[in-house]
Each structure stands twice: as C-alpha cells, then as structure tokens.
C-alpha cells in the first residue's frame, strides 16, 4: 500500500527541510548555498504532493476521508505557504516554524495511520466535496501561517519591549486572504448541504464550531480595520482565534456531541 511509503517520503521531506534551515542559519556569504533554503524546500513540496497523486490513484477517490489524510494535506499548504512568504519576506523564524508545524503533521500521520477504504458514503460523492474540504485546508494552512507570524510578533514585542507592527501586518495580510478561503469553504459546505440533506445549515456541531472559527476572524478584521492602535489586543485574539479553528478541525471529535456531527472524518 502507498501508505506504508511515507516513512521515506518523511524522511526525504524533513533531510531536505532541515538541511535548507541549517544553511539559512549558518550560511552567510556563498551566494550558491543561500539559493538551498529555497530550492531544497520546494522539492520536499513537489515530493509530498507526488505521494499525495499516487495515494489518490490508489484508493481511487481523493484522500480528504480521513482525519489522517487532511492531516497530509495541511502538512503540503502550511508548507508551501511558509515557503512563498519566506521568499517574499526573508523571514528565518517563520522558514522554521512553518517547517516544524508540517513535520509535525506529517509525523503525527506515521505513529497515527488510519485504515484508508476506498469506498466514500454517498455524500461524499459529490463534486463539492473535493473543492469544499480542499478550500478549507488551503484556508487552515493561511491562517496558521498568519498565527505563526503574530506569536515570532508576540516574542519581538517582549524581547524588545516595542510592538512588532511589521509582524502584526504580516499576519493581518495573510488573514485576508485566509479569511476569503474560509468563507468560500463555508459557502461551498452550505449549497452541498443543500444538495445532500435538504438543508443549508443545521447547527451541527462542527458547523457550529465553523462559524465561531469565522466570527473571530472577522472581528480580528474587525479590529485592525476601526482600532489600529489595539495592537496588543488583535496579537491575542488572532492567536486565539486559530485556537478556535484548531478546535474546529481536529478537537470537536472528542467533545460529548462531537460524534453527532455529519462532518466527523472518518
């Protein structure tokens, strides 16, 4: 199975990651060794997404099933988001943390496999489905780059007991976005709902939990738009608001009506 193989591709992704920070640390004046932490990144990329095609080929349906399988998928975008934003910006730390949260991910899927069947329940056998829960990883991805850069924002700020604006801004430019893609996912959730149960909405919990993902957000919009000066505030709620959407997607199986929910993985 395809699966078995992601312990090599693991590896071959967190070589390549690793080795592209070590010389972003250490390398200071080659200018043919300052190109690897960009060049050595994208192939880890260009691999995790090859094995994500065969897996794909092999159970025959897309693999966005499984909480497992989101999980590979996360790993890719928060990768290949860290990875644009540090071309853009030169950003060390956020090259770092973007690398370990994806690492983390994927070594989460090789001590956490879960059993992969192809077949899908007839409600998965839709064409919103593969636009829907892919829209909403590219927007978790977003959003955890921009949480990422608020929390190196909230270690600037201590250390140099002076608001990190260029940090907070950062974030905020990739909220927008993020914030886009999660209302587009939850838009593309609601007309397949409609399909599928005769309903746009029900309040089922993780709709529930959804929606209080996209208030936070909005209000973070919110704030940065009408109070500027509350800089401090906006570091905090956008720090928890990705809490909320960590909840959202991987904590509300293990709350008491959590199991009730038509959109737990599995």
Known sequence: MIWEFLNIVFVAFFGLWLFGALVLLLSRSNKYLRKLPVFLPAIANVLLMIFIVFLWSELERPPLKTMAETRLWYAMFVSMITWIV?????????????????????????LKPEYQTKNLMPALQSPWFIPHVVVYMMSYAVLAAACLTVLIGVYNTKKYKQIDTESINLSMNLVYPGFALLTLGMIMGAVWAKIAWGDYWTWDPKETWALLTWLFYLI??????????????????LAFSFIVLIITWLGIRYFPNGLSSIHVYG
């Not at 973007?98 to 090789?110: A, E, K, N, P, R």
């Not at 973070?220 to 709620?237: A, E």
């Open 86 to 110: 540090f071309i853009r910006t030169k950003s060390k730390p956020l090259y770092l943390l973007g690398f370990i949260m994806s690492t983390v991910f994927l070594l989460v899927d090789i």
């Open 220 to 237: 973070c919009i919110h704030l940065h738009y009408s109070f500027p000066k509350r800089q401090k505030l906006l570091m905090f709620l």
